[in-house]
């Protein structure tokens, strides 16, 4: 049972946005410091990737470690209340990760997921890897 009624716990749920959060933002900043250039949330590709290397073919997810069920302290943290409808969303959310995955890598494009939890340092030697 959740502790909020249903018009609170929709307006909190409206206030979390999906764009432009500050997991996001270092990872924008990292990439463009390292010279590379982007398109954001491309709508024709699964998944609406948070970064779009349309020649190079790659793109990133930032993901938030509690929506998508990281396995790290945050994305281990889970609610008290209303238990049952946040096991199924957090479950979904990380099933449908996975086919869009799939499908972009079919398409021939590489994936890379970072995690909100991830160091700047650590962030900015994956992008140099991946990005190459």
């Keep these: 049972m959740d502790k909020l009624s249903p018009e609170r716990r929709s ?73 049952d409808y946040w096991h199924a969303k957090i479950s979904n959310n990380h099933l449908r990760d996975f086919a869009q995955q799939q499908l972009l890598q079919g398409m021939g494009w590489s994936v890379l997921v970072i995690w909100e939890c991830e160091s700047e340092p650590g962030i900015r030697q994956r992008l140099v890897e991946f990005l190459g």
């Design 11 to 83: 307006e909190n749920m409206r206030r979390i946005k999906s764009k432009g959060m500050k997991p996001e933002m270092v990872v924008r900043r990292t990439v463009h410091a390292l010279g590379y250039r982007y398109r954001l949330h491309r709508k024709d590709l699964p998944g609406k990737p948070d970064l779009v290397f349309g020649p190079r073919r790659k793109v990133i997810f930032v993901h938030g470690c509690f929506w998508h069920g990281h396995d790290c302290k945050e994305g281990n943290r889970r609610p008290k209340s209303n238990i």
